[in-house]
């Protein structure tokens, strides 16, 4: 393709054809194996075994190399990409094609500081590819760096001014510094690029405290009916108009666009939402192998660090809040959602328990002390690059940490754990309300979940006493200071005025509460789910006693 051609496309499509064609493939063998690869998995497989005789005779060929490695990986086995893409860059460091590739698994495997590295030397070379810019944005934002991250995507907003898409990024970067107005301006200047940007209108919903118009209610309303619009954009302008008429208290038309947004994505994200029987199988999982007798079996093991706080419990239960909260005083620092827990605990999933025979959590029980201790150093030194402040203790604030409890424990035996709990209700509705795409469900099935996190969260109650701090929502609204008071006696430190004016606390947000939390505390959502109450009957049902006892725990949930 020509660079005229390249100048008619897309900027990104363009950047990315370019990236293609930079290497084609020379070797005739390798041209037939490329042909017969991506039509199903079968072929790739074959094609694997081709192309490992293909390097095993010729292990110096990088394209060879290269194609492997993007086999495997559509094979669902990235670290093994990861590991032949580095092979082929030993072969051949300027192959930019591969380097971009790589520094995306390593972000999607949070090493960041290594993505990071590999887009330093990409920028090198080609300083305006807005590919390469974009994924360092995503890194920058994902190491904290707020101003970095928000000078990049401002940057790409003003040299592609027509991609809607720019604009939005660039005004989720406004948004976490609390540029509230600025932000609007950007996802107005996305709608004005293409007007059906559904992620543009979610945006603004997402915001909170925005109002929509008149206008743009009957805009949205139009763009629900022309059937072109991509399954995204119409996914979005759901929940937006779902927001759009909760704030006008239109509570049964709300209701249409949040039910209409959550089932479009079931239809068009299916095989993406983990099913409820995967939850349960891992409660039932977690349960059997986190016993009292088993970490009573490994004291002594794990880092000894005190410096972690993790705030977990299920999305929408005022996490947020009390990061905001504990980020005011002067020996904490609020981080971000850090990934690395999770992110352990699949690489132990996918690399460990099939070397060990076994499966996860299972493999835990395998692990010696010593290997245990390497987790947890591992964990202390990948966040220390989150960490500005020098203050002795941060929060790792990542709501479905709950499911890794036993692991962390384990590898960080001295660290702090909260529970924020909210009124199921509350909770599952708030999730409803959301755009999560890997969470969105049925109502029953977010019941159904939030009642095997109780059973979960009552089983560690019973098998480690006193080591997990639970924060009610409700409580905290009704009486801030008293459950600060508990909250920071539990970490064993004094109490400060600052935390309970959190709101005036300055720090960049990236989470939905992003513009709550830089307001007083309020009472204004606690009974709020009443409003959908008549919708909520499969809700509270799969809640069963859950409902009914809270914030009590139904007694059989303690019986071993």
Known sequence: MSSSEFANTDPFEAALRRLRSERPLQNLRLRKLASKAGKHPEADAEVEQELRQHTSEHPNDAQGVWLLAQIVGRLGRPRDAAALTTRCLELEPGYALARWNLAKLLFNFSEFPEALRHLE???????DNPLFLQLQSDVLDALGAGEKTLAIRKRLALDHAGRAECWISYGQALRAEGKRDDAIAAYRKALQCRASAGDAYWSLANLKTFRFSEADIAAMEQLTKRPEIEPNDRINVFFALGKAYEDRKQYARSWNYYARGNAAI??????????VSE?????????????RAFFESRKGAGCKSREPIFILGRLRSGTTLLEQILSSHSAIEGTAELPYIRAMAKRLEEVDAPALGTAYPDVLGKLGDEALTALGNEYIERTRVHRKLGRPFFIDKNPPNYFQIGLIVLILPNDRIIDARRHPAASCLSIFKQNYRETNRRLSDLGQVYHDYVALMAHFDRVLPGRIHRVIYEQMVADPEREIRKLLEYLEL???????????TQRAVRTPSSEQVRRPISGEAVEHWRNYQPWLGPLIESLGP???CYPDVPKEFYEA
Do not use: G, M, S
């Not at 004094?494 to 005036?504: A, G, I, S, T, V």
């Open 266 to 275: 079931q239809t068009y994200l299916r095989a993406q939402v983990t099913v």
């Open 546 to 548: 859950v409902f009914t």
């Open 279 to 291: 939850t349960a199988a891992r409660v039932a999982a977690d349960k059997a192998v986190f016993t």
């Open 121 to 127: 030397i990409l920028l090198r070379d080609d300083p």
């Open 494 to 504: 004094p109490f400060e005025d600052n935390c309970l004016h959190f709101h005036k």
